[in-house]
């Protein structure tokens, strides 16, 4: 199963099972450390199989888990910029309330309009297969 997790490159998996392995040791560390002769070959053969595969692909493997740990601090370092205080919802209107600017979604009928602070028309396209709406900030050249 160890080898089939690191030859999977699956990120996720590997993460999954640091994290089990550590709660592993913490409840079990006492039995561990009574059966250590039996705890080391086994520890051995993992680094092995995992050493044979990181240098069959070429120290992909080994890539694949240092960027995961990146990515992690990234995730845990990086402030949020989107500065959203408050989403509002009244009647045919939505407002996001940012900190430096607010907009307002306002629904009549079939149509949907967006609008600045100032109540000034913002274009924008909506992607129906994503779902999503794109503010058009700058004009579109063709």
Do not use: C, W
């Amino acid at each position: 199963m160890f080898f089939s997790l690191i030859s999977s490159h699956s990120r996720a998996g590997i993460l999954g099972v640091i994290f089990s392995v550590i709660l592993f040791l913490i409840y079990k560390y006492k039995e561990i450390l009574r059966n250590i002769k039996f705890v080391v070959p086994i520890l051995i053969i993992y680094f092995l199989v995992y050493t044979f595969i990181n240098t069959l692909s070429s120290n992909y493997v080994g890539n694949k888990i240092e960027s995961l740990f990146t990515d992690i601090n990234k995730t845990i370092t990086t402030p949020n910029y989107n500065n959203l205080k408050e989403i509002k919802v009244k009647d045919n209107m939505i407002t996001l309330d940012f900190n430096k600017s607010t907009l307002n979604f306002i629904i009549n009928n079939s149509n949907i309009y967006v609008v600045d602070e100032n109540n000034k028309r913002i274009p924008f396209k909506f992607d129906s297969d994503k779902k999503n709406f794109y503010l058009i900030t700058q004009p579109i050249l063709n």
